[in-house]
């Protein structure tokens, strides 16, 4: 059983640029929710995905955007980069969205933007 | 809206003692509650995931209690080892993850 993966492992980035981040879900899964961990604080969820739809969203701007493909990986994207967003980005995934369902988490993403 | 708050911030303590940690939510209204080990710069590991309508759960060394109406989770490491250093977080879950900012734990050998 293959474990979630996420690409690349880091990134630096200059503001107002544009930033795509990858997940791929753990083998069975078709939910995958994205978090953001800044620096000595816990993750904060952006969004969900549930079979290549949006299920449910955090405080996060538009500028935040994903997707979700038929395989059930999927990407983030953050336009418009500000220094606050830099921080660890999270992927996790899940077979549902049940309440029972435990979210196995990958390596993340650290992204630095200067 | 949900808050978590985990306290202490940060433990130390001699290898062999057990280890307390404490998670508060302000909502009763969760599904679950989950615990969570993160090494430094690393990606999240579940502990423990207890059930709304679940008391306690057990792996191994670690027990996890849950107690809604006082809105209290405590997760417990029995005979602690040096391997155990990391930061632990605790979520509440209700269509989303809602996470504490995490406790520290160092074990000294």
């Known amino acids: 059983e293959t474990g979630v993966t996420q690409s690349p492992t880091h990134l630096i980035k200059t503001r107002g640029q544009q930033v795509t981040l990858r997940c791929s879900s753990q083998s069975g899964h078709n939910t995958v929710s994205w978090y953001q961990q800044a620096l000595g604080q816990g993750p904060q969820f952006i969004f969900q995905y549930y079979r290549e739809e949006e299920n449910g969203r955090g405080n996060f701007p538009p500028r935040f955007s994903g997707l979700q493909f038929p395989n059930y990986s999927s990407e983030l994207n953050v336009n418009a980069l500000e220094l606050d967003d830099s921080a660890l980005y999270l992927c996790?995934?899940?077979?549902?969205?049940?309440?029972?369902?435990?979210?196995?988490f990958g390596p993340g993403t650290r992204l630095l933007v200067l | 809206k949900q808050e978590v708050t985990q306290i202490p911030a940060a433990l130390s303590v001699p290898e062999g003692e057990n280890l307390v940690l404490n998670c508060s939510f302000t909502d009763s209204a969760i599904y679950n509650l989950q615990w969570f080990r993160q090494d430094p710069g690393k990606g999240l590991t579940s502990l423990l995931l207890i059930q709304s309508s679940q008391r306690e759960q057990t792996s191994g060394r670690l027990n996890a209690s849950l107690d809604k109406s006082s809105g209290r989770s405590t997760l417990y490491i029995a005979a602690s080892q040096p391997g155990d250093s990391a930061t632990y977080l605790c979520?509440?879950?209700?269509?989303?993850?809602?996470f504490g900012a995490g406790t520290q734990v160092v074990v000294t050998p």
């Open positions: 996790a995934s899940s077979s549902g969205t049940a309440d029972q369902e435990t979210q196995y």
């Open positions: 979520a509440s879950y209700w269509g989303k993850l809602q």
